[in-house]
């Protein structure tokens, strides 16, 4: 984990908390990116839901929070909300390019 600073004021935290929702937005839209990508090699919808590899990115997720001292079952959450969110514009993009 980051060097966390203790913090005064919940002015503090919250520019912090600021900040890392503009990295956090940032990584997301690069995510989104290699995700449209993705779209382009699967050939059917199964390939898009992929429920094994979603199986193996929660599992690897949860042991990275648990590494960096997070909460696995807020990372799990979080990941799942977020693939579900990906999973469904992969499929939009996959419609549009497979007709």
Do not use: W
Request: include cysteine; glycine fraction near 6%.
């Amino acid at each position: 984990m980051r060097d966390v600073q203790q913090c005064r004021d919940l002015s503090e935290v919250r520019q912090h908390i600021d900040r890392i929702d503009r990295e956090i937005v940032a990584t997301l839209a690069e995510r989104g990116y290699y995700v449209h990508q993705a779209a382009g090699f699967k050939r059917n919808e199964q390939e898009v839901k992929a429920p094994q590899r979603v199986k193996q990115v929660i599992e690897r997720v949860r042991t990275m929070a648990e590494e960096q001292q997070g909460d696995p079952g807020v990372v799990e959450q979080v990941y799942r909300a977020m693939i579900a969110a990906f999973i469904e514009a992969e499929m939009h993009t996959h419609r549009n390019n497979h007709g």
